[in-house]
């Protein structure tokens, strides 16, 4: 050990201090010398002088021991590295638009892929903080088939969390967890935030030792009802109680709940929703006692099937198999459906129902079925690593390019004496400095755009960032190196098919030009990989504009849901009912206003299913494929939404309480149950005993209400005062900018509410474009990158042409002293740019062609083949490619004949 620490210090010292050691060297060498000199003097007799060159010559060449010297203090190769990097700085700085042109270039491609990389990664791969096992833990994933439809969902009754917790074998621990948006706190700082309900089994997933207190425990969350304790987050208890130890004991109001608070999560946890996270944690079943009374609802609700509110999470015990865990759930699911089944005999049997459970991915994008976001965000990771590729192939070239001008430097260099390989050395420094610092930049770029991307993707209370994400920063610093290798590859290749003599020889006149098979490919590579990009930028645009052109029988723009939250304010029927009334009432005199409507559900949002309905004259309703959704709904329903009646009339004043009951149906459902006959005037059975007949009075056009497909689907409107007067909201249509109408509506209509209770109002716009969101976010990121993938391709071809013309000056001075016009140099430089970019082209239409079936799921009513589509996009490289080989061929046909073939 101590010899090992003495020749680490040696080590150090040569390192750190060279010249120290290098002075010392001399000095012994010296030294030496100047004692055989002396010897020779006083044996021999020798003059001073002649002493001194034989004592030289006899110590055999003081470069070759100082040479040694160095190669045994063991840091050579260190040594040698500063030197590369030292050249290679002075190179750079000599060439500062050289440098910039490639470390942007580089920033681009490396920053998109960062950014994407962020976002990709918590996603699809990245398990939740603090989870101590998450290759083990799954969530539970339900499905069964009802009217012909593989019904899929994670959603679970407490009832059903305990026959699987109790009839599996395979885990070790499970629990329920849901995420709900509730009132926190009272009066003025009542705000609403995300809270985690959850069963006291939960924390078991993670290693999260509470920074204060506890968390709860089996018996406070012991159904039906356990003790209203909460567990605050980390951010909140450092916003809202300053951080103070004294928050324990304290109560706060979650909902409608006085919460004690017995503990603080530990920072950074979030449980299972790290882009959202929790304000708090509380006993499931606290809230769930809370919402079933909430309902009206009697009994207790963790014995029944009926309540779907809370996802399953499982962990497997070790040794268990993803497959053996899913089929010990299912044998567990299907018991405890025939138990569901004995309640509620009403549901199809278990052979037609065929109960089945899946142990899936503790991250929810992730499937079993990926989410359309998980599949747009994929290819777009994949568009960004295409980027990369084009950003490469460019810098590639302006090295190549490069490499290529310093041919006659690199020859005499090698004349001298340097090695291939100490030259390889300084070239490869060189492309990995200009990696470094466009990986640097990219970083930079990506925190800051890429703000944009997480947004879009992730929740907007997302707090990602690039920079302080060491996943994301490993990426970019892994893309930065595999860059700089790739990209000095090109120059490592042609130092290797240098030929000294004739380079020495031509490189002393500055414009001989010489051919580059390689820089020709790179550009090809280029153009091919934009047309791929262009093409899927054209095709989700497409795509998008269908899925904005689908009619979803209203017009959702200016309109306003309006919800109520009674926080616990107990009102009895009918004063839920003057309430609505009340806020109905108020609403039409909010200035801005036009129309307003009650309503019970809400499409792609909360919707109702009609079930046990049947038709006189009609057999085998319940084999119609697909759902009776329904809504109920005022008279001024049609003009708030923009629905329109196609035959009929819509519901009415006259239709209230007690009057006959009637409905008014989809297009799609008229046409279904009525072939051959009017909708107008038919009987529609349900409920009641005897069954109450509701008679059609209108048809409406169709409803999009779970899917934006091609199936409309079923929908039935009724009147709210015949259908739960008590429950329900209010659509408001405004003039002008809805955001600007949220205040003045949530305002005028919280002044009716009573006590804690409030009021919620979202553009349904928003709610709306959660459907369109993956073709919104495909369309402008395609566009975003390919658009830059052009930009790239286009500056490459301007780099290399513009090189090319320089090197060429002495040809096309010859050309023009021989007679050519100025339009012949033109056509003559413009045509060979547009001979790489026609090359691209085609083998760019020929991969998208190859590619388009993975592409085609993501597309909405549209080709991957559209003919339209890789036209535009062709003749766009063409013109770009014929733009950007333009301005070089314009300055070489302005060259003087006589000044080119002087100064060659």
Known sequence: MPNFRARIARRLRALFRAEAVDHELNDEIRLHVDLEADELVRTEGLPPDEARRRALASFGGVERYREEHRDARGVRWIEQRGQDIRYAVRGLRNRPGFAIGVIVTLALGIGANAAMFSIVDRLLFRAPPFMHDASRSHRVVLTSTFRGRINQGTSAPYARFVDLTQNTHSFERTALFVENSLAVGVGADAREMQVGVVTSGFFGFFDATPVLGRYFTAAEDAPPRGSPVAVLSYGMWQTQYGGRRDVVGQQVQIGSTLYTIIGVAPKHFAGLWPETPPAAFVPASVFAAEQWAGLGQHGDWSKTYALYWADMIVERKPGVTVAQASADLTQAFVQSYRIDLAARPRQPPVDIAKPHAIAASILSERGPTESSLAKVATWIGGVALIVWLIACANVANLLLARALQRRREIAVRLALGVTRGRLAGQLLTESLILAVLGGVSGVLLAQWGGAVLRTEFLSKTSTAS?????????????????????????????????????????????????????????????????????????????????????????????????????????????????????????????????????????????????????????????????????????PDYFATMGTRIIAGRGIGIQDAAGAPPVMVVNESMAKALWPHASAIGQCVLGGGNPPVCTTVVGVSEDIKDNSLSDHAGYYILRPAEQVQPDHGGLFVRVQGDPDAMLEPVRKALQAVMPGASYVTVTPIRDIIGDQTQAWELGASMFVIFGALALLLAAIGLYSVIAFNVGQRMHEIGVRVALGAGRRDIVGHVVTGGLKLAAAGVILGVAVSLGGSHWIEPLLFQESSHDPVIFGVVAAVLLVVAALASFIPARRAARVDPMRALRAE
């Not at 380079?503 to 002393?508: M, N, T, V």
């Not at 390689?518 to 550009?523: C, E, G, I, K, P």
């Open 466 to 634: 690039v920079v302080n994400d060491p996943r994301a920063l490993i990426f970019a610093g892994a893309a930065a190196l595999l860059a700089g290798l790739l990209t000095g590859l090109a120059p490592l290749a042609q130092t290797r098919r240098m030929n000294l003599n004739r380079d020495l020889k031509e490189g002393a006149r500055e414009g001989t030009y010489q051919r580059s098979g390689l820089r020709s490919a790179l550009l090809v590579v280029q153009g091919m990989l934009s047309v791929v990009l262009l093409v899927g930028a054209g095709l989700f645009v497409r795509s998008l504009r269908h899925v904005r052109a689908v009619p979803l029988g209203y017009q959702p723009e200016h309109v306003l849901l309006v919800e109520r939250n009674m926080r616990g304010v107990a009102l009895d029927s009918a004063s839920s009912v003057a309430l609505i009334r009340s806020l109905d009432a108020k609403a039409g005199t909010i200035p801005g206003v036009e129309h307003v409507s009650r309503q019970l559900t809400m499409p792609f949002w909360n919707t109702s299913t009609a079930t046990g309905i049947r038709v006189r004259g009609v057999d085998g309703i319940d084999s119609v494929p697909g759902s009776f959704d329904m809504n109920a709904v005022s």
